[in-house]
């Protein structure tokens, strides 16, 4: 005949559990997103993008000026933080290769945080989790906001055409 327990796992055990849980959940709900837009010069031909990791191959994408921009978002790999995306650029016989996540970056790029609560005591909240792109005739720009006015990521140039 089996006993049954008369103890129940003690607050800090069970506090500790709650945490784990709660931070596994986030991490497996949390995307990030990518952003690619074409800013170039009116009746030029197409960019042409195609974008990779490790485990997938968002194959060729052409993508014209003025139209919406190419976007997907994916979940990092938080257990072993190697998750990288990058991307083959190809306009007007000139290219360019790099990365446009990296999770060694951190939220340095990626993400934009607004501290709330009261200053003894201060809180982050997360406003977005987006690498913006805009591709131009003289090389890529990075954002971490597509508000070209936003104090919180002007656009800067972060590779030229011919970068590898």
Known sequence: MKSIPTSFPSTKSLFINILTLSLVCSACVCKIHVDI??????GSPPLTVRCQSADDDLGYHELYPNQPSYTWAFRPDWWLGTTLFFCHFWWDGKDAVFDVY??????TYCARFKTVGPSWS????ELSNTCYWQVMSDGIYLSRTIDPFSSEGSWVQTHKWGDR
């Open 102 to 107: 990296n999770e060694d970056w951190g939220t």
């Open 37 to 42: 837009s074409n800013h170039l010069p009116d």
């Open 122 to 125: 201060p809180i982050t909240e």
